[in-house]
């Protein structure tokens, strides 16, 4: 398995289009809020002390939730690629088990993924405290905005994973991608903030899986730059960003419903393969 998770991280790697366009989704959404959408949010945010360092945290926060899924998109597509060139089935015939064989794609497709995000939270940390003036997360804040983006990363993949294993062929994947990557941005409240959205989709958008990560990565992200003067409209404002769901505020609940998720997924995604396999 170690051997399949390497190959994923050479070939991927070796790709140079692949790693560009895993940035692809975090840079269109920069360019979103940069060009057209940041002013009018930063003047609805008006009443705030420091309303454009809210609105960039908030957005970095953002596309750090959009690189760790659109990242995902082009790692896995490994998988079906080795399908047309029934480099999948030679390893299927292998004596290695098949959980073991696609446990290697999932792990390569989720180690490839939490390195690009981490490049993203680099960059967004350089980017708000260099240009925005904002504070700089501390080591505690640093270590649970990893751990959560650890989750994050694991569903994306896992999610991915599952979408994956029911496509054999790179253009029909290709086309469902390019629907699964803007399709991604708004569910989680990314391309649109979450209380400007009607309510029926605002109840969609709270039970879709990523979420709940994206949530607690705007939560840990804004912690910083809201003031005691803010105070009066600060929850308001959290609900209206998505900064925090229903009120809860707790760390428990957006956790479990990663987890579970994501051992839904993978658990479905093996099944379906196996599934496949034995009608073979």
Known sequence: MNALVYRGLLLFFKNKQAVIGSFVGAVIMIILYVFLLGDSLV????????????????????????????????????????????V??????????????????????????LLITLVVIVIAEI??????????????QFGLLFFVSLLTVFCSSAFMFFVVSFFKRTDTFSTMTSVIGPLIG???????????????????????????GIVLIRRIMTENVFTTADKPAINTIKEELGIVMNGQND??????????????????????????????
């Open 88 to 113: 999948y089935t030679d390893f299927m015939i292998s004596p290695i088990s098949k959980e073991r064989i696609m446990l290697g794609y999932f792990f390569s497709t989720f180690l490839i993924s």
């Open 186 to 212: 708004f569910l989680t409240g990314c391309y649109v903030p979450i209380g400007s959205l009607p309510n029926n989709v605002q109840r969609v958008v709270e039970y879709f899986p990523l979420t709940s």
């Open 127 to 140: 980017y708000i405290v260099v240009l925005s003036k904002g504070k700089l997360l501390t080591l505690s």
């Open 43 to 86: 003047d609805s945010l008006s009443v705030l002390s420091q309303p454009k360092l809210v609105v960039d945290t908030w957005m970095f926060a953002g596309v750090i939730g959009i690189a760790s899924a659109s990242s995902t998109l082009g790692s896995v597509s490994l998988m079906i690629r080795d399908k047309e060139r029934n």
């Open 251 to 280: 760390l428990f609940l957006p956790v479990a419903i990663l987890l579970i998720s994501s051992g839904l997924f993978l658990a479905i995604a093996l099944w379906n393969v196996r599934r496949v396999e034995i009608k073979r």
